[in-house]
């Protein structure tokens, strides 16, 4: 009889085998893909890095622009801003109507927002926080409720918000909205005091702020049932760095993810970078040297910067071209006035009377002004004969302002004025303008380089300089009864084509009684990592920053913290490793099946067959 070759396996055993192969290659694909993906419960941390730590997490002592920006990511507010237009929009509040006076604003409170803490958000929650801000005069937030005279709760998701008058700034309050049975618990003098407001805060933001190491970091924890979505991170790190050099080379090792305020000196190399983004954007903020213009008995400023002519010849003496170039690198616009000139309202001083860089002319009003050299030292003397030095102030958290500062120093000393500079840190300056003897007032400082950051609407800062904000945001402690009634005009011009003009020439008036020599508008210097991050958000949008001039920037949003996420590399790895398994399972396939073909053409071809 006839037998098949014994040495010559059967097809079907052949098929089998390769098939289990393929099981096994599969197999040991699905281990080899778990240990290279990441374990599903890793937390997703961003960390950024910025030199300027918060200086209190009470919104009603704070005034660090880092603080803010911790407010707005724990907190929400009444009315949000839109990143790309920069117009109000819905955030607590879905809905909003106002009365044809202008006097009853009636807003709908958004249905299913809780606190932090597990508690319902309700329209009484929105109603205590604007009464609380009205009844304790609380200063810090009193900008922006000014003109309110009561909030009431109709229902949970109702409040109805009566004003003395229209209200222009109604749907653009920086407010943090407080929880009720927290905040009811906090007396209103502790709150504008001693009250420090520590992690966990209990907030309805998309981020929860848990801890603050003091010196070293702030970390939130994303708001997992966030009303808007929970945010595509598990934690946000702000780590705080003394030395800039260091953040920007933490940013390129890639133990940071984004940095805020890089020094000019290191820009320029991380534009360079690959796989960072280093974004020169405009800031809606400037830096001036302010002088101490507190008329009080009570005031331990020095009195010759009362006189408007000694502070225009400060104006006269500075030459601002030379700020943006020296201390600033290039990465800053020449200053003039408080409010940006990316901004429709925005007041150009005339070229003939703008102040210039001109000694000489500074020299002359010193002269005129009686402040003589006495006794030949090449420093001018008060007009009393008394020895005139002024003391001067920088803080440790800007470079380029210390940097500036010498240079004042130096330009003060060519027109006969003598400056006792110190650099200190903002803690201390702050201590400085708000310096008390007992329950008396006694601000206690001359001059000082700084900054202001401004929000969208104009209100805020035109607002600082009025006698209700001495004490509060009123820093060179200036004021005008002409631009204070003015400022009372411009809070009911609902309309900008009217308010446009008012809020112009409160800018002349201030220009001109030389409070602050507005040095420049900075640009802000900032760098995140593109490689493995996405979702960066700009703010303003693209049809917003090229209609205004404005160049976007991604780190003073809030929108920029719930979007951002790691690029899907790690996802991608993965789906690549398990790819080029199947590949392999695949041409292990193919290789059987021609096995399996040669196999059958041999037979049919007359395979050696034995007979028995």
């Not at 998309?206 to 010196?215: D, L, S």
Request: proline share 6%; net charge negative.
């Amino acid at each position: 009889m006839k037998v098949r070759n014994p040495a010559v396996p059967s097809v079907s055993r052949i098929v089998a085998v390769i098939i289990l192969a393929a099981v096994v290659a599969l197999a040991v694909a699905g281990v080899a893909a778990g240990e290279s993906s990441p374990p599903t419960d890793e937390k997703v941390t961003l960390r950024i890095g910025w030199l300027t730590e918060p200086d209190n997490l009470n919104p009603f002592v704070g005034i660090q622009g880092s603080s803010y920006q911790v407010w707005k990511l724990n907190y929400d507010l009444l009315v949000g801003f839109d990143d790309e237009t920069m117009e109000p929009r819905p955030e607590l509040a879905t809905a909003w109507e106002v009365s044809d006076d202008g006097t009853e604003w009636t807003f709908t409170i958004r249905e299913g927002a809780t606190w932090h803490d597990g508690e319902p958000v309700t329209a009484s929650d929105v109603a205590f926080t604007l009464n609380y801000i009205r009844d304790n005069e609380l200063l810090n937030l009193a900008t922006y409720t000014d003109g309110i005279l009561d909030a009431q709760a109709v229902d949970d998701t109702t409040v109805v918000v009566t004003t003395d008058g229209p209200k222009a700034n109604m749907l653009r309050m920086l407010v943090p909205i407080l929880p009720e049975h927290i905040w009811s618990q906090v007396d209103g003098e502790d709150a504008a005091g001693n009250y420090q407001n520590d992690p966990p805060i209990v907030g309805s933001g998309p981020f929860q702020t848990v801890e603050w190491v003091r010196g070293k970091f702030i970390r939130l924890e994303a708001n997992e049932g966030y009303w808007g979505g929970a945010p595509k991170i598990d934690e946000l790190i702000f780590q705080v760095y003394t030395n800039p050099d260091t953040m920007v080379a933490d940013l390129e090792l890639g133990t940071i993810d984004g940095a805020i305020d890089v020094p000019v000196a290191r820009f320029a190399g991380l534009q360079d970078t690959p796989g960072i983004e280093a974004n020169e954007a405009t800031s809606w903020s400037f830096i001036e040297l302010a002088m101490n213009c507190y008329d009080s008995p009570d005031s331990k400023g020095n009195p010759v910067l009362l006189d408007p002519q000694f502070r225009q010849a400060v104006n006269w003496a500075v030459d601002r071209e030379k700020v943006a170039e020296v201390a600033f690198q290039g990465y800053a616009t020449v200053g003039s006035t408080i409010l940006p000139p990316y901004t429709p309202y925005h007041w150009e001083p005339p070229a003939a009377s703008a102040f210039g860089y001109d000694p000489e002319k500074a020299n002359a009003l010193l002269d005129a002004a009686g402040y003589e050299d006495v006794d030949g030292d090449g420093f001018r003397e008060t007009k009393e004969g008394e020895k005139l030095v002024l003391r001067f102030n920088a803080t440790t958290d800007a470079t380029m302002n210390q940097t500036a500062g010498k240079l004042i120093v130096g330009w003060m000393k060519d027109i006969g004025v003598k400056l006792d500079y110190e650099v200190v840190d903002a803690g201390t300056l702050i201590n400085y303008q708000y310096e008390y003897t007992g329950d008396t007032y006694t601000p206690n400082w001359d001059l000082f380089i700084w900054y202001w950051t401004q929000d969208v609407d104009p209100n805020f800062i035109v607002d600082i300089y009025t006698p209700a904000q001495i004490e509060g945001w009123n820093d060179c402690l200036w004021t005008d009864e002409e631009y204070t009634a003015l400022n009372e005009q411009q809070k009911r011009t609902i309309d900008p084509a009217a308010r446009i003009p008012l809020i112009q020439r409160m800018q002349e008036i201030f220009y001109n009684g030389a409070a602050y020599a507005v040095l420049v508008y900075p640009y802000l210097l900032e760098a995140y990592d593109t490689e493995d991050w996405e979702g960066w958000v700009h703010f303003p949008g693209d049809a917003i920053g090229e209609q205004s001039g404005a160049v976007l920037y991604s780190f003073n949003n809030v929108d920029t913290y719930r979007f951002v996420q790691p690029k899907a590399a790690a996802e991608d790895a993965s789906t690549g490793g398990t790819d080029t398994v199947l590949i392999a399972v695949i041409v292990i396939l193919a290789i059987a099946v021609a096995a399996v073909a040669w196999l059958l053409l041999r037979r049919r071809g007359g395979g050696r067959e034995e007979e028995a």
